[in-house]
């Protein structure tokens, strides 16, 4: 019979490389399936991948049903607390060796301290056995002896990291260790890796605001979705200042399950009627760190603006955000807003509502004079229960109150300009709203030159009108009072400006004609005359009394004793108001500037006498304009001799820096103008005495 040879034993394959927690290494293996009489012993050997130096086998295997061995870390020069350790093994038969087995490598596990952040790193065998699952399971060690799942992360490449945000109160030191099993049932592990000086580093979700709701004690409810992490303790509220936020209160911060469910508040602060007030909230975990704020969420804040022109209450508030409803991600947000009204104390009743967007509601038809109430109501898109309140807001649509007194106090020209100042004392308690400043001329109908608004309701009222002629023509004002409404509600009386003319005569007289000031209540008591010679330093001259029946006022001025100035003559007339027992105040009026004009007049003399009493040849004048003066002195041969164009200035019978001139008959040629700029020429002889 014939003999058949027996097959080549083949080499084990290496499942599993397990450090324990002192370094010694279990490997694992699974026997080849064609052992027979030939097979001797396993030889464990080392590679020197990861290791210096090289190493001879470290164990024999003699059992052939034998398929793991645990190695004592004192038999490697390096622990594999260390460095990753190879294996492979030699299987000895008594026809020879055939090819070793793939090498495994244990674990070697590095884990490192960033800004309390574990970052893990470790090396896995190339290729990892066909068996593995594939999949490396973290575990933590915290605290001592306890050991937590973290996760799961699948192999790839030739080295492997993951980290590990800490969610631990510290300062803590954490162990970790790497697993990954095979499907025949061993598992390889890792050596245990330790960082120093973690704390909780994790970064708490911000919750998400629910509403923020006005109660009818003037307070606000406020609430928020709970945190999904459970490390959560309580929440911080929030409100903002300046450009930040600030806490106000920390609630639920007893137990943790307390703590995470604690999404209510009761704000009892600021009060809501006065302005739309924000919040946000946001998680404490376990450690007392605060994790990052929530989206903003404010108050309805609705205000009321009656028109009791238009009989209307027009409601404006700003937009709500949107509705979270605790987490419900059906939630799409703001469905729209309901307008709720109370009539003079009776029970809210649904007014009306507008759609999500429209922030304005206007109340029409209100011709009665009641208290009406209102208050806005927001509801969630999908879930119209769910709802949010405003504050209360009340009007009520009064007539305006009408005015007790209201009086043109003055119309008066502003002293040296064409412009005319109207002055009005109203009523600061009345409904007025606006004040209308007619115009008329002395003759002719009224039309409006200005409209203001008086906003502060001051009992003074006033406009300059600059589009007018004062120096000739007189003006009528009068201020009409309009409420809201643009309705008139008043007309103060008539302020009519004064004319002042002024004519000089040959005579060294001036004469001044006005009218009088109309139409104070008891009329003007007197009158103030001023006057200026040449424009300057005007002058009180006189305080004419008059009659109240005259229509025009006459003041006539005798100059003859000024002798002095170009002959311009200014003058403006001041109107003093008479006591009228009604009003706490006296007004004045002025009249625009009117200007008389007086001609020159020159005296010549014939002689003079350089050596005598008349030393100086030099004509003298009145009201002559210093701008066109001009005096030549001339010989018998038309020979200039002397010229001034100074009036103080004459000749002292010297020519040619000094020389005394012959005596004799010497011809003089004056040139001068008026102060109304008439030109003038005068010629004559002067004898010179010697």
Known sequence: MEVKAQATVSSPKITCVSVDSVGDITVTWTLPPNMNGTWQNFTIDTSTTHMPGSYGPIAVITNPTQTSITIPFTSFPVSANSTSVDFFIITNTTKGSPPNSDTASSIFLSVFNASSIAELRWNISTPLPPTSIGWFKIYREFPAYVWTF????????????????NTICGPVNLTYRIEIADSSGCISTSNRSTANGFNDVSILPAPIMDSTSVTSSNTVDITWSASPKKNVRGYIVYKPRGAGWVPIDTIGKGC?????????????????DSASLSFAVAAIDTCGNAGPLSNQQNTIYVTAKP????????????????????????????????????????????????????????DSNLSKPQLRCYYVQVYDSLHPDTTASSNIVCSQIQPPTQPI??????ATVIFNTNEINVVGYVDSLSGAEYYEFQRALDTGSYTTIAIIKDTHHTDSINYIDNAVTPTSQTYRYQIILL?????????????????????????????????NYANWLAGPSYYLIYRSEDGVNY???????????????????????????????YYYIKAVEGPNGVYPFIDTSLSNIAIAYQ?????????????????????????VDLQGYDLSILNRWGVLVFESNEPTVGWDGTYKGGKQAEEGAYVYILTYTSSKGQYFQKKGSVTLLR
């Open 150 to 165: 973290v996760d799961s992360v699948k192999s790839r490449g030739l080295a492997m990291q993951y980290n590990d945000t």
């Open 256 to 272: 943790t399950v307390k703590g995470i469910n604690s999404i209510f508040y009761n704000y009892v602060g600021m009060n809501p």
């Open 307 to 362: 028109n009791s022109c238009e009989q209307t209450n027009t409601l404006t508030w700003n937009p709500y955000g949107d509705f979270n409803n605790a987490g419900d991600k059906s939630s799409v947000g703001v469905g729209g807003y309901k307008i709720y009204v109370s009539v003079n104390s009776s029970p809210y009743k649904l007014l009306g509502s507008t759609a999500n967007g429209i922030t304005t509601y206007t």
């Open 405 to 410: 007194h209201n009086y043109l106090r003055t």
């Open 483 to 515: 409420d809201a409404c643009s309705k008139s509600m008043d007309t103060t009386n008539i302020g009519q400006t004064m004319l002042l003319k002024a004519v000089g005569h040959p005579d060294r007289i001036n004469t001044i004609t006005w009218n």
């Open 539 to 569: 002058a009180l001259i006189d305080t004419s009394h008059y009659s109240k029946l005259a229509d025009s006022l006459v003041y006539t001025d005798n100059v003859m004793n000024i002798l002095t100035g170009q002959g311009f003559f």
């Open 599 to 623: 001609d020159p007049t020159v005296y010549v003399p014939d002689a003079f006498c350089p050596d005598g009493v008349n030393k100086i040849f030099k004509p003298v004048g009145r009201f």
